[in-house]
């Protein structure tokens, strides 16, 4: 399978502690996207990368949030201590190509439960 | 980006054609409209997009009236699979490094029926 794919699936964790989710992009797609998805809400941008750079980040992206994609592959998200409003599923879109042609391809998603 | 606005919910009998509205009044030039799916806990999928041509692929077609102020997905033989939330997107097309992101709405929950 050549799709985005995210790791783990779900996690469960509680309040306090810090978890962190990995996104591994279609191969040769140079940029990445962090989205967050509450129950009944459509998905919600956190961050964007081109290549290894982060350049843009939602108002959403507290200061316990970071992420980061240091060879510009694979990307990691992040949360510090986290908290129950934290719960949601975590998002990974990759792209590539002109802004005209860009699609983003989802990955399945990682799905946190904060206790 | 400019704002869609979809209805909340439809049904369509399977094997029928599903027709799903979107408008985008304020849509401007530079403007593409995009569809994606999100089946039930899934990550949302790709379906197809356009400028102001009509496009088709294999999922799917989108016409976009000549004004670009509304556009309607069609998906010609609707099966029991393609029950899921669809969302009609607006996103600019820009060369910068920045607001690349796609925005969402609620979507249409399409429900095919049996």
């Known amino acids: 399978d050549t799709g985005v794919s995210q790791d783990p699936r779900h996690k469960i964790t509680k309040r306090g502690q810090n978890v962190t989710f990995r996104c591994d992009p279609i191969?040769?797609?140079?940029?990445l996207y962090w989205y967050r998805q509450t129950l009944g809400q459509g998905p919600e941008f956190l961050t964007y990368?081109?290549?290894?750079?982060?350049?843009?980040k939602s108002r959403l992206l507290s200061d316990r949030f970071s992420a980061e994609r240091p060879k510009g592959s694979f990307s990691t998200l992040e949360i510090q201590h986290t908290e129950q409003g934290d719960s949601a599923m975590y998002l990974c879109?990759?792209?590539?190509?002109?802004?005209?042609?860009?699609?983003?391809?989802f990955g399945p998603g990682t799905r946190l439960l904060v206790l | 980006d400019a704002k869609t606005t979809q209805p909340p919910s439809m049904d369509c009998a399977e094997g029928r054609a599903a027709n799903l509205p979107c408008n985008h009044s304020?849509?401007?030039?530079?403007?593409?409209v995009y569809w994606y799916r999100q089946i039930h806990s899934q990550g949302p999928q790709y379906i197809i997009h356009?400028?102001?041509n009509n496009e088709t692929n294999e999922m799917a077609s989108l016409i976009i009236t000549e004004d670009r102020k509304s556009s309607t997905l069609i998906l010609p033989h609707a099966t029991l699979r393609d029950t899921a939330v669809y969302y009609c997107?607006?996103?600019?097309?820009?060369?910068?490094?920045?607001?690349?992101?796609?925005?969402f709405g609620s979507g249409t929950q399409l429900t095919v029926l049996p």
């Open positions: 879109a990759s792209s590539y190509g002109t802004a005209r042609q860009e699609t983003q391809y």
């Open positions: 191969s040769e797609h140079n940029r």
């Open positions: 990368f081109q290549n290894e750079a982060q350049l843009e």
């Open positions: 304020t849509i401007s030039g530079n403007e593409y």
């Open positions: 356009g400028l102001k």
């Open positions: 997107i607006v996103r600019v097309a820009t060369s910068s490094g920045s607001a690349r992101q796609l925005t």
